[in-house]
């Protein structure tokens, strides 16, 4: 239930505050007085889109903030105990509308995403205007509308089930049965590029190992001048480097018989100069190594080519390529397999499908009965809201499958969905003596308003919405008419929180609680301001809505008979 409403420098709104109370909460105003912005930040607060536009003139952020009661056992509270919201505290929501766009929400001071938001207030509250009207012609709602009416859904929820996976079975087997189809050419081609592959005999890292050799062979005459050159400066050349240090360690170890001290210096040339002797003969090995045979060069870059030639289509990288070709060999041994992928996929089809169609079957036999009490509850809804003699019916029909359908799909030369076999259009015919058709087609803006109404108090006992707020309830319709959709309003609010904005005071009058909205002009600006009224207050009111802005004794007398009625 709706407890408080704030809402702070939003469209012409300064600052207002309302709390409810259950019950029918009346509110009524002039046309432009800001009701419909009322509707507006609820709007928001359940869920929609915002925008910087909303912003009163002159501010930089708009404010609203919502305080809902919220009951133990409703998908509400399960849904915010699951994201870490404790539901006995009842439910806050707040929204920051900023100019720049980046507006905010916050559930219980913490901040929350706009889906989370949808989802935990979607079965607190609900909006019953222009939109759900709408949302009535559309024959697709009418399904769902008749399953609730009917205690279908777990039926259907069972249908759905099923269906998500019958449908993906279908066409995974299928594309199963296409593979198997396309398995010789598919297996010729895997075949030749495994052999491909194969053929090549690629060893692991054997491109980096060739681009070494091959920059070497490029420069081999450079790096034999090197190698040549710093030999012969070793051990080549008169007074090379070796003989020098030979020479010097002779005179050292005489030295060092004399003195013990220069004993370490002794042994450390001596290492260096085994140390030179080990790398002049590693280098003259070197220098053998790139005497290699002609045309080295060339077998090389052959190589190379091949082995990037089979990179490029294979992945690019050797290790792209080895896994190419792992794959190539499982899905060789998944074609091997195809036909006992086929038999089982369609083994569990079978299954799955069989349940589907029975379930489906029964399921439209159940509707068949359900929507003939349906249309009669319906006639007897608007009975009361002075549509005497309205026909309605629920028509079903199913829609035939064509040849490009899955037959796994179809029951019965019928289409399957994951609602069933059925489609439902609401039938109606408001005058006696006139044949049924389509609501879209043929209700008035008065007839649909009375239509959702009927349909409202007939789900009132299974619909989990605690706060119902109606907007334009009162369309098209006027006097006795109104009285009844005032009748049926009280009687809704029993059960459900109500809110309704109206101009008719037939309607207002059953309001157990009655808040007056109004615009005014203070300091220059314009604002919307909301206020409770007692009973003379609302016989003023009713007064207003009956006779226009001048208020006479006669529209007063007849706002008190109304009230005492």
Same mark, same amino acid.
């Given at each position: 239930?709706?407890?408080?409403?704030l809402?702070?420098?939003?469209a012409?709104?300064? !600052?207002?505050n309302?709390?409810?109370?259950a019950g029918?909460?009346?509110?009524?105003?002039e046309?432009?007085a800001?009701?419909?912005?009322?509707?507006?930040?609820v709007?928001?607060?359940?869920?929609s889109r915002a925008?910087a536009?909303?912003?009163? !003139?002159g501010?930089d952020v708009a404010e609203l903030?919502a &305080?809902f009661?919220v009951?133990?056992?409703?998908?509400?509270?399960?849904l915010?105990t699951?994201n870490?919201y404790? /539901?006995k %505290?009842?439910?806050?929501?707040?929204r920051?509308?900023?100019?720049n !766009?980046r #507006?905010?929400i $916050?559930?219980?001071?913490?901040?929350?995403t706009?889906q989370?938001?949808?989802s935990?207030?979607?079965?607190?509250a609900s909006?019953?205007?222009?939109?759900?009207h709408?949302?009535?012609?559309?024959e697709?709602t009418?399904?769902a509308?008749l399953?609730r009416?009917g205690?279908l859904?777990p039926?259907v929820?069972r249908?759905a089930?099923?269906?998500?996976?019958?449908?993906p079975l279908?066409?995974?087997l299928?594309?199963?049965? =296409?593979?198997?189809?396309?398995?010789?050419r598919?297996?010729?081609?895997?075949?030749f590029?495994?052999? %491909?592959?194969?053929d090549?005999?690629?060893?692991?890292?054997?491109?980096?190992?060739?681009?070494?050799?091959r920059?070497?062979?490029?420069h081999? =005459?450079s790096?034999q001048?090197?190698v040549?050159s710093?030999?012969?400066?070793?051990?080549?050349?008169?007074?090379?480097?070796?003989?020098?240090?030979g020479?010097?360690?002779?005179?050292?170890?005489k030295?060092?018989?004399?003195?013990?001290?220069l004993n370490?210096?002794?042994?450390r *040339?001596s290492? #260096?100069l085994f +140390? *030179?002797e080990?790398?002049?003969e590693?280098l003259?090995? $070197?220098?053998?190594? *790139?005497?290699?045979?002609a045309?080295?060069?060339?077998?090389?870059?052959?190589?190379?080519?091949?082995?990037?030639r089979?990179?490029r289509k $294979?992945?690019g990288?050797?290790d792209? *390529?080895f896994?190419?070709r792992?794959a190539?060999?499982?899905?060789?041994?998944?074609?091997g @397999?195809l036909d006992?992928?086929?038999?089982?996929?369609e083994?569990?089809?079978?299954?799955n $499908?069989?349940?589907l169609a029975?379930l489906s079957?029964h399921?439209s036999e159940?509707r068949?009965?359900?929507?003939t009490d349906?249309?009669?509850?319906v %006639?007897?809804?608007?009975?009361?809201l002075?549509m005497a003699?309205t026909?309605?019916?629920l028509s079903?029909?199913a829609?035939?499958?064509?040849?490009?359908?899955?037959? &796994?799909l179809?029951?019965?030369?019928?289409?399957l969905s994951d609602?069933?076999?059925?489609q439902?259009?609401?039938m109606i015919a /408001?005058?006696v003596?006139e044949s049924?058709?389509?609501?879209a087609s043929?209700?008035?803006?008065?007839?649909? @308003?009375r239509?959702?109404?009927?349909?409202?108090?007939?789900?009132?006992?299974?619909?989990?919405?605690?706060t119902?707020?109606?907007?334009e309830?009162d369309?098209?319709?006027g006097?006795?008419?109104?009285d +009844?959709? +005032?009748?049926?309003l009280?009687?809704? @609010?029993?059960? #459900?929180?109500l809110?309704?904005?109206?101009h008719? /005071?037939q309607?207002?009058?059953?309001?157990d609680?009655h808040y007056?909205? =109004?615009?005014?002009v203070? +300091?220059?600006r314009?604002?919307t301001?909301?206020?409770?009224?007692?009973q003379e207050e609302r016989?003023k009111e009713l007064?207003?809505?009956?006779?226009? =802005?001048?208020i006479?004794?006669t529209?007063?007398? #007849?706002a008190?008979?109304l009230?005492?009625?």
């Amino acid at each position: 239930m709706l407890k408080e409403l704030l809402i702070k420098n939003f469209a012409i709104i300064d !600052d207002l505050n309302i709390r409810f109370e259950a019950g029918l909460t009346i509110l009524s105003g002039e046309t432009g007085a800001g009701k419909s912005i009322i509707i507006n930040a609820v709007n928001l607060l359940l869920g929609s889109r915002a925008s910087a536009k909303m912003i009163r !003139d002159g501010y930089d952020v708009a404010e609203l903030s919502a &305080w809902f009661d919220v009951p133990e056992t409703s998908t509400a509270a399960k849904l915010m105990t699951e994201n870490g919201y404790d /539901p006995k %505290e009842g439910l806050l929501v707040r929204r920051v509308i900023t100019g720049n !766009d980046r #507006h905010r929400i $916050y559930i219980n001071d913490r901040m929350a995403t706009i889906q989370m938001l949808a989802s935990i207030t979607a079965d607190l509250a609900s909006i019953s205007g222009q939109h759900a009207h709408q949302g009535l012609l559309r024959e697709e709602t009418h399904l769902a509308i008749l399953d609730r009416f009917g205690g279908l859904l777990p039926m259907v929820s069972r249908v759905a089930c099923l269906y998500g996976k019958v449908a993906p079975l279908s066409q995974a087997l299928q594309t199963l049965k =296409e593979k198997k189809n396309n398995q010789r050419r598919e297996m010729d081609l895997l075949c030749f590029q495994a052999a %491909e592959i194969d053929d090549a005999h690629i060893l692991t890292d054997e491109d980096k190992s060739l681009e070494k050799e091959r920059l070497r062979l490029k420069h081999a =005459e450079s790096l034999q001048r090197s190698v040549f050159s710093a030999i012969d400066a070793l051990q080549g050349a008169d007074g090379a480097i070796l003989e020098q240090l030979g020479e010097m360690r002779k005179n050292l170890e005489k030295a060092a018989a004399l003195d013990e001290g220069l004993n370490t210096g002794v042994q450390r *040339l001596s290492d #260096h100069l085994f +140390g *030179l002797e080990d790398v002049a003969e590693m280098l003259r090995t $070197y220098l053998g190594s *790139l005497d290699t045979e002609a045309g080295r060069l060339e077998s090389v870059d052959a190589r190379l080519d091949q082995i990037n030639r089979l990179k490029r289509k $294979y992945g690019g990288s050797l290790d792209a *390529l080895f896994q190419k070709r792992a794959a190539i060999q499982a899905e060789l041994a998944a074609i091997g @397999s195809l036909d006992d992928d086929i038999q089982h996929t369609e083994a569990q089809l079978q299954d799955n $499908y069989n349940q589907l169609a029975d379930l489906s079957r029964h399921l439209s036999e159940k509707r068949e009965r359900v929507a003939t009490d349906f249309a009669a509850c319906v %006639e007897k809804e608007l009975e009361s809201l002075k549509m005497a003699g309205t026909r309605f019916q629920l028509s079903l029909s199913a829609q035939t499958c064509n040849k490009q359908v899955s037959p &796994w799909l179809c029951v019965d030369g019928s289409l399957l969905s994951d609602t069933g076999l059925d489609q439902a259009a609401f039938m109606i015919a /408001p005058n006696v003596g006139e044949s049924l058709k389509p609501l879209a087609s043929i209700a008035s803006g008065g007839e649909l @308003s009375r239509v959702v109404l009927a349909l409202k108090a007939m789900l009132a006992a299974t619909d989990a919405v605690g706060t119902v707020i109606f907007d334009e309830v009162d369309a098209g319709i006027g006097g006795a008419v109104a009285d +009844g959709v +005032g009748k049926k309003l009280a009687a809704l @609010s029993k059960k #459900h929180q109500l809110i309704c904005i109206t101009h008719l /005071p037939q309607i207002a009058r059953f309001g157990d609680h009655h808040y007056q909205i =109004e615009k005014q002009v203070k +300091g220059g600006r314009t604002t919307t301001t909301i206020r409770p009224m007692d009973q003379e207050e609302r016989i003023k009111e009713l007064a207003r809505m009956l006779g226009g =802005e001048t208020i006479t004794q006669t529209a007063l007398e #007849h706002a008190r008979s109304l009230m005492a009625s």
